[in-house]
């Protein structure tokens, strides 16, 4: 699974300009399985996505789509873990 930590670099009017495509982009990968959970950090300077369990070359190329990325408006500090416990009532996607 991944960790996936966004930091806005571009202006907040270019961030607003972007987010209707941004969160379009995000309801597409949670529709495929590839983002578990996702939100604006607080206070709003980025946001966190956690992804699923794949190959990073797959991860790379799901985040390139993002228009954030496209535009250059975020920093990405991506971590990779291996989750073994979890709290009673959820259960961990499948990997795919």
Same mark, same amino acid.
């Given at each position: 699974?991944?960790? #996936?930590? !966004?930091?806005? %670099?571009?202006?907040?009017?270019?961030?607003?300009? &972007? !987010?209707? &495509?941004?969160?379009?982009?995000?309801?597409?990968?949670?529709?495929?399985?590839?983002?578990? #959970? =996702?939100?604006? +950090? $607080?206070?709003?300077?980025?946001?966190?996505?956690?992804?699923? %369990?794949?190959?990073?070359?797959? !991860?790379? &190329?799901?985040? =390139? +789509?993002?228009?954030?990325?496209?535009?250059?408006?975020?920093?990405?500090? #991506? $971590?990779?873990?291996? &989750? %073994?416990?979890?709290?009673?009532?959820?259960?961990?996607?499948?990997?795919?």
């Amino acid at each position: 699974m991944y960790v #996936i930590h !966004l930091r806005y %670099t571009g202006a907040l009017a270019e961030i607003d300009d &972007a !987010l209707d &495509a941004h969160r379009l982009y995000l309801e597409q990968q949670f529709d495929a399985g590839a983002f578990i #959970i =996702a939100g604006p +950090k $607080i206070p709003c300077d980025g946001g966190i996505i956690l992804a699923a %369990t794949m190959d990073r070359d797959r !991860l790379d &190329a799901i985040i =390139a +789509k993002d228009p954030f990325s496209q535009q250059r408006l975020v920093h990405y500090d #991506i $971590i990779e873990f291996n &989750a %073994t416990r979890l709290a009673p009532g959820l259960n961990l996607p499948q990997s795919s």
